[in-house]
C-alpha cells in the first residue's frame, strides 16, 4: 500500500509497554530485596546477641561451678551445649592452669571471638578460674543472607518477566492490534470513501476510549460519503442539463440559421 | 456535538486497566502470603523441634544429676534456662517424691504439653528420678505467624494500589487521553472535512501503532479533501459552463426569433 508506515516491533507500544513494566518491577524488586535483606540482617544480629545472653546466663555460671570442682567432663558438656546454638562455630575453654578444652572446628580467621572471663564468686571471694571464647561464625551469617538475596531476587525475576510479558499480551490484544488493524482498514481504502464501517473484533470496547474513537471515525466516514455522494449526483444532473442545452442550442443555432436562410 | 456518544469514567479502559490490574497484584500478594506463611509456619515449627532437641541435649542431664542430689537450687537453674527459650511457656519439673519446681506463667489450656521421663543411669541401674514438663506456646507461635501476615498483606495492599494507580495513570496519559482528543477532533468536523490535520501531543507515538492509525488518518482525512475539492471544482466548471450555454441558448432564441419575424 502506497505511503503506509510499517510498524517495527521495537517501535510498537506494546514493546515499550513490556520494558517500561519489567524495568520497575525489577527496580521495585531490587529495593524489596535490598530491605528485606538489611532487615534479615538485623533480625541475625539481634539473634545472636539472644544467644550470646542465654550462654552467658545458662551456661557461664555451670561452667564456672564444674571448673571450680574440676569436674572436666562437665565442662565439655556444657561447651557442646553452646556449640549447639546457630552460627556458633567453637567454644573454649582455658582454665587458670593453661588447659584448653573446646568444641567445635578449628577457628577460622574471620570468626569474630567473644571471650569472657570466668570468676567464681563465693560471699566476698571473687576468683578467676579460667576464660570462655565463642566463635561466631560471621561469615556463614553474611553468606546464608546473600544466598537468601540471591534467590529472593530471581524468584522475582522470574515474576516480573511474566507479570510484564502477561501485561504486553493483554494490551497488545486489546489495543495494539486493534490500532494496527483500524490504521490498514483506513490506509487500504485511501482516496476512495466506502460507507462500510470499521468493526472492532473486542465488544469489550464498545463504550470506552477507542470504541468511541471507531464510531465516530464510522460516523464521520459515512457522512462524507454521503456528502460525496451528493454532489457527485448534483454533477450527474449538471452534466446531463448541459447535455440537454448542449442539444438545444445547437437545435436552436440550425433553426435560426435556417430562418436567416429564408429571410 | 450530534450524536456524539459520552465517556463515563467507569467504561473507560484507564478504569478497566486500574481493576484489572489492582485484581491481579492482589491476587499474586495473596498467593504469596500464604505461601510465606506456610513456610514460616514449618520454619517455626523446626525451630521448635531444635529447641527439645537442646532442650533434652544439655538440660535433662543437669536436671537429672541435680535431682540424684536433691540439689533444688541447680534444678531451678535448669528451668530458668529452659525457659529462655522462644515459644516455651512454663517449665515444670516434679519429683520422685511429688514436689513441683516451675518457672513461667500459669499453663495456658491450649498449650502443647511435652513430657520427658527423668532416669538416672549408672551403670545397669536406671531410676526415675521424676518428670518434667514443657508447654509450648502454640498459640502465640500462631498468633505471631498470622501477625505478620496481615502486615505483610497489608503493604502488598498499599504497593498494589500504587501499582496499579501508575500504571492506570500511565496508560491514560499515552492512550486514553490522546484516543478521547482524536475521537473529539473527528466528531468536531462531522461533515464538513478540511485538510487540516490531527496532531499527537506525544512524539513518544511518532512511531508506534497510535503513530501509524493517526498518520494513515490524516493521509486518508486530506486525500478524501482533495477529491472533495476536485468534485467541487468540476460542479463549479459545469455550473460555469451551464449558465453560459443558459446565456447562449437565450440570445439564440432571441436572435432566432427576431429572424423569424423579420422572415
Not at 44 to 50: A, C, V
Not at 60 to 78: C, F, G, M, S, Y
Not at 97 to 122: K, M, V, W
Not at 140 to 147: D, P, Q, S
Request: no cysteine; hydrophobic share 45%.
Amino acid at each position: 500500500m502506497k505511503g503506509r508506515v510499517s510498524l517495527h516491533w521495537k517501535d510498537s507500544s506494546t514493546w515499550k509497554l513490556f520494558k517500561y513494566s519489567l524495568l520497575s518491577y525489577l527496580l521495585l524488586a531490587g529495593l524489596f530485596t535490598m530491605l528485606y535483606s538489611l532487615f534479615a540482617y538485623s533480625r541475625q544480629k539481634d539473634e545472636m546477641e539472644r544467644t550470646l545472653y542465654k550462654v552467658h546466663q545458662t551456661h557461664v555460671p555451670n561452667i564456672v561451678d564444674a571448673l571450680w570442682i574440676t569436674d572436666k567432663q562437665r565442662v565439655q558438656r556444657e561447651l557442646d551445649a553452646i556449640a549447639r546454638f546457630e552460627n556458633i562455630d567453637r567454644v573454649e575453654v582455658r582454665d587458670d592452669e593453661g588447659h584448653i578444652l573446646f568444641t567445635g572446628s578449628e577457628p577460622l580467621p574471620d570468626a569474630e571471638r567473644r571471650i569472657e572471663t570466668l570468676r567464681y564468686e563465693h560471699g566476698d571471694r571473687s576468683v578467676v578460674v579460667g576464660e570462655l571464647s565463642v566463635f561466631l561464625d560471621i561469615r556463614g551469617m553474611a553468606l546464608k543472607i546473600v544466598n537468601n538475596a540471591l534467590l529472593l531476587l530471581l524468584l522475582q525475576t522470574a515474576l516480573s518477566v511474566l507479570l510484564a510479558t502477561v501485561a504486553a499480551l493483554a494490551f497488545h490484544v486489546s489495543f495494539g492490534r486493534p490500532l494496527s488493524r483500524f490504521a490498514r482498514f483506513i490506509s487500504a481504502d485511501e482516496g476512495s470513501v466506502s460507507e462500510e464501517p470499521f468493526v472492532l473484533e473486542n465488544r469489550a470496547h464498545d463504550r470506552d476510549e477507542l470504541g468511541i474513537l471507531v464510531s465516530s471515525f464510522n460516523r464521520q466516514r459515512s457522512a462524507t460519503a454521503r456528502s460525496i455522494a451528493e454532489i457527485n449526483e448534483m454533477n450527474m444532473q449538471l452534466s446531463d442539463a448541459n447535455a440537454l442545452l448542449r442539444q438545444s442550442e445547437e437545435a436552436l443555432r440550425t433553426s435560426k440559421e435556417s430562418a436567416e436562410w429564408l429571410g
